[in-house]
């Protein structure tokens, strides 16, 4: 079984958002990394770049295949994790905590309530 | 569903217990990784790994002119190929692209296996038997009688060794004996997929499940783990080994992916010659070279190869090198720059990243542990 933090908010596509604030950090989750397998780059943009909600912002690779990120809110993004230039395998490792990918300033923090709480997102998996 | 319909080799019921992930590949549900695609890889560069590739078809040629029959098919020369030993060849067709690229082991003067690629084997079978007339010889497709398990890494003859009665010591790269293995009657070959030391272990279906789990625990204590169809890719590719449906396909010839040692111009007639032969007289007009990426990103099959901002060709393979670790790639491109030194880019979904032609093998193993090189 896959690990799902009661607190935090997700996607359909396998993003996981934890409010904080007016901001939201981003990153795939334990579901996600391990359907993936083992990441080996983290293609995200720089700060500053303004994402919208549900459109891609990023890819991330595994061995065997590529996937997009989509952002489940829009804003501008004002941290991205840099570590994961040199570490794609924290993702893998942490995908919760240091595999964290980006961090958005939400511009319609009414955007979260289109997302899934844990159970509705654990129940999307076991489709 | 979907699912259903895929085939499944007689290791299938083993998989989960020991925590594969299958994927659909070539018709059949096969196993992509166990633990981890970078740890399997590792595992068998430095130690051992178990792959179930019983997948892969066999055929049985059989007869008088058996002999005749695979030369006139094949590119590569079974002229001295001996009973023991295996040959690796491309099967092409009349235009001089690869029908599939395949092993052909010589059991008798007058009977050969034949192991084609599991996606191909009703193709196969559908050009042997088409070309079959006139020669005396009977065609029998043992594919589903037969499990394939790949014991491949530096440790492998040490491991194998241990449930077997034949001298591996004295059995040489491309050499096959037939004899058993954890008591189980076997084909066992030096042959494999990797770029390291290792053996193919052709067995009967009912047999593989019990060979596959007693090895596994008797390789352990020398990291001998499963491996899976994820980590055989990126080892045949750092190895610069082709794979069908990438480097090769119906309209890629053996010459323009770097197999004109498997074709033997010299011998006498066979499938494909005349085109074969024009290929070499006229030059070629494309290549399969090595890349390494100098920006970031990983080539994957079918992005677009440039030259100073023009299409030159395609990634036909394409991965982040475990060993290496670097995004590396094969790719076909114009013959002209396909020589090492080459500055290319490759389109990363709409971004042009900086590329390198490079010598491949992308990676060997150090020569001292290199069995002699397979016939060519």
Redesign the interface.
């Known amino acids: 079984m896959s690990h799902v933090p009661a607190e935090l908010k997700y996607s359909k596509e396998h993003e996981w958002v934890k409010v904080e604030g007016n901001q939201a950090r981003i990153g795939i989750t334990d579901f996600a990394q391990d359907e993936l397998?083992?990441i080996?780059?983290v293609?995200l943009p720089e700060v500053g770049t303004e994402v919208r909600a549900n459109e891609t912002f990023g890819?991330v690779?595994?061995?065997?295949t590529?996937s997009d990120l989509f952002a489940p809110v829009s804003g501008k993004i004002v941290q991205v994790n840099g570590a994961l230039?040199d570490s794609p395998e924290l993702v893998n490792s942490a995908p919760y905590e240091d595999g964290w990918m980006i961090v958005v300033e939400m511009s319609d923090p009414g955007e979260l309530d289109a997302l899934l709480d844990a159970a509705a997102y654990t129940a999307h998996t076991a489709e | 569903m979907r699912m259903a319909e895929l085939r499944k080799t007689p290791l299938y019921p083993l998989y989960k217990q020991y925590g594969a992930?299958t994927v659909e590949f070539g018709g059949w549900d096969m196993p992509?990784?166990f633990s981890?695609?970078?740890f399997e890889h590792d595992s068998v560069r430095q130690r051992a790994g178990l792959f179930d590739v019983s997948h892969m078809g066999e055929f049985l040629v059989t007869g008088r002119d058996a002999r005749a029959f695979l030369q006139y098919m094949l590119t590569n020369d079974l002229s001295r190929l001996e009973s023991g030993m295996a040959m690796y060849s491309p099967l092409a067709n009349e235009r001089g692209g690869c029908v599939d690229d395949v092993l052909v082991y010589c059991l008798t003067s007058d009977s050969y296996m034949v192991v084609v690629n599991a996606g191909n084997i009703e193709k196969d079978w559908t050009w042997l038997q088409h070309h079959a007339d006139g020669f005396s010889v009977s065609l029998d497709n043992r594919s589903d009688a037969t499990a394939l398990l790949a014991l491949q890494g530096p440790l492998s003859e040490r491991i194998l060794q241990k449930v077997t009665p034949a001298d591996l010591s004295a059995l040489k790269y491309y050499r096959f004996v037939q004899s058993r293995v954890c008591n189980a009657s076997a084909l066992v070959s030096r042959t494999g997929y990797t770029g390291e030391d290792g053996f193919e272990l052709y067995l009967r279906p009912e047999d593989a499940a019990d060979v596959w789990a007693e090895l596994l625990s008797l390789g352990e204590p020398d990291g001998l783990v499963p491996c899976g169809l994820?980590a055989r890719?990126?080892l045949r590719l750092e190895a610069r080994l082709p794979l069908y449906g990438h480097e090769l396909t119906e309209d890629i010839s053996p010459l323009e992916a770097g197999l004109g040692a498997f074709v033997k111009l010299d011998k006498g007639d066979f499938v494909g010659k005349s085109a074969l032969q024009s290929q070499k007289l006229h030059g070629l007009r494309r290549r399969v070279a090595g890349i390494v990426l100098d920006g970031?990103?990983?080539p994957?099959q079918g992005y677009s190869v440039l030259h100073q901002g023009r299409t030159v060709g395609q990634v036909t393979s394409g991965?982040?090198s475990?060993t290496l670790k670097m995004?590396i790639g094969l790719v076909l491109v114009e013959a002209d720059l396909g020589s090492v030194g080459t500055e290319l880019a490759v389109d990363i979904?709409g971004k042009q990243v900086a590329a390198k032609v490079v010598k491949t093998p992308f990676y060997k193993r150090s020569a001292g542990e290199n069995p002699a090189s397979p016939q060519s």
Do not use: A, H
Not at chain 1, 61 to 64: D, F, G, Q
């Open positions: 397998g083992d080996v780059f293609e890819s690779e595994s061995v065997k590529v230039q | 992930k992509v990784q981890s695609i970078l994820g890719d990126t970031r990103g990983i994957r991965t982040m475990p995004p979904r």
